[in-house]
């Protein structure tokens, strides 16, 4: 199984939900990522997860709240979120710190905040 | 810090053509170059991959050769289909932190 899931594929919601994206990996990795991909751009790192503990957070504002449940799972939290916020949220996984590995990514959740 | 330049797309090409995607980077150390392929509507996936100098990755008729006196990984294909046809990113990984650092993607549009 190379494979990461996230879901829901498609989520729509208003500035006052809260919502959650899920990923879930069962390759035995151990570093988990947020990213968020803006239309024609490239993916922009959120947050890392090393080991279920959150090791890079990349100034991401408090409306979306990581949480990593256990080493197969990964969670963003999103409440209060503005319409500049929507996009394309990518979760990846990668073995561990060696250089050498590559991420592999899910299929994204596409959010749309109205 | 590190960085990675890609071209700038879109590029547009016809059937058979040949393809070349220019991709420089800056780092310290030595890190691991990789090519990521991004159809529309998808995640993205890993094309190929080097982890040192000189090394080749290929995979499905790209290649890209780790190029470190010229800090370069260019991706080529000897003839592109229409169904290659996707946002191309090249990205680099290596310091001691988790970060895979993405170029700004190159958009290939094959043409019949």
């Known amino acids: 199984d190379t494979e990461v899931t996230q879901t829901p594929k498609h989520l729509v919601m208003g500035m006052t939900n809260k919502k959650s994206l899920k990923c879930e990996q069962h390759?035995?990795?151990?570093?988990m990522y947020w990213y968020k991909q803006k239309a024609k751009k490239p993916p922009e790192l959120m947050f890392v997860?090393?080991?279920?503990?959150?090791?890079i957070n990349e100034s991401v504002p408090s409306r979306f709240s990581p949480e990593c449940p256990n080493s197969s799972l990964l969670n963003l939290h999103l409440h209060a979120l503005q319409p500049e916020d929507s996009a394309l949220y990518l979760c990846?996984?990668?073995?561990?710190?060696?250089?050498?590995?590559?991420?592999?990514f899910g299929q994204g959740t596409r959010l749309t905040v109205v | 810090g590190n960085s990675v330049t890609q071209m700038e797309g879109p590029v547009t090409l016809s059937e058979e053509a040949f393809l070349t995607i220019n991709c420089t980077y800056t780092?310290?150390?030595?890190?691991?170059l990789f090519w990521y392929v991004q159809y529309p509507g998808e995640g993205l996936q890993l094309l190929l991959k080097?982890?040192?100098?000189?090394d080749k990755g290929s995979n499905k008729g790209f290649e890209a050769t780790y190029r470190k006196e010229t800090t370069s990984f260019h991706l080529e294909k000897g003839s592109v289909q229409v169904s290659d046809s996707a946002v191309y990113f090249c990205?680099?990984?290596?310091?001691?932190?988790?970060?895979?650092?993405f170029g700004s993607g190159t958009r290939l549009l094959v043409r019949p």
């Open positions: 780092a310290t150390g030595y890190p691991s």
């Open positions: 080097a982890t040192k100098a000189d």
């Open positions: 990846a996984s990668r073995p561990g710190q060696g250089i050498d590995t590559e991420a592999f």
């Open positions: 997860y090393s080991y279920e503990k959150l090791s």
């Open positions: 390759m035995g990795h151990r570093a």
């Open positions: 990205a680099l990984g290596g310091d001691s932190s988790y970060k895979l650092i």
